[in-house]
């Protein structure tokens, strides 16, 4: 277990052998409670799951502020004990040298055509929707963190080449 903080009667630990997604669980032996708040290496967004017990608002508050003050220390402690980063099949996009995750509606299966152009003689001619080369969907396995620079690097499916990108 490696803990990233405490604070007042709250642990916040990382499991050795943990499963994804990427989660940091905040434990109050005290009160009898536990919840699990989720973060991503491609996305600056937090989210939480009570796991048992009835934590106050407050409490869950507490542990989201924490857990995003100390947002390096929890990747960086999740790839040393786990070796995944859980970005395996999903999409992503590099947006200048950040990386982001491609939200649903984005989806490179789903691209919104493009409405008919006219042509010569007032024709109604179809425009091939163009995707964006930058998503890309992450190949298993491929993706490493590096806590020093706080990159990702990993290999898309279909290729060969290694990207590169800043966690938000």
């Known amino acids: 277990m490696g803990t990233i903080a405490k604070i007042p009667g709250t642990v916040l630990f990382i499991r050795t052998a943990d499963h994804c997604p990427a989660h940091v669980h905040a434990a109050n032996a005290q009160q009898g409670w536990e919840i699990r708040v989720f973060f991503s290496y491609a996305s600056d967004e937090l989210d939480w799951q009570i796991k048992c017990g009835q934590p106050a608002k407050s409490e869950i508050e507490d542990c989201m502020a924490e857990v995003w003050a100390r947002i390096e220390d929890c990747r960086a402690q999740w790839w040393r004990d786990l070796k995944k980063l859980c970005l395996d099949n999903k999409q992503v996009e590099l947006n200048g040298a950040i990386l982001r995750t491609v939200p649903p509606q984005k989806s490179v299966k789903t691209a919104k055509p493009t ?53 938000p």
């Open 115 to 167: 409405m008919p152009a006219r042509g010569p003689k007032g024709k109604a001619k179809m425009v091939k929707s163009v995707i964006s080369p930058a998503v890309l969907t992450v190949k298993p396995k491929s993706a490493t963190y590096d806590p020093a620079t706080k990159s990702v690097e990993f290999t898309a499916l279909g290729s060969d080449v290694i990207h590169t990108g800043k966690c």
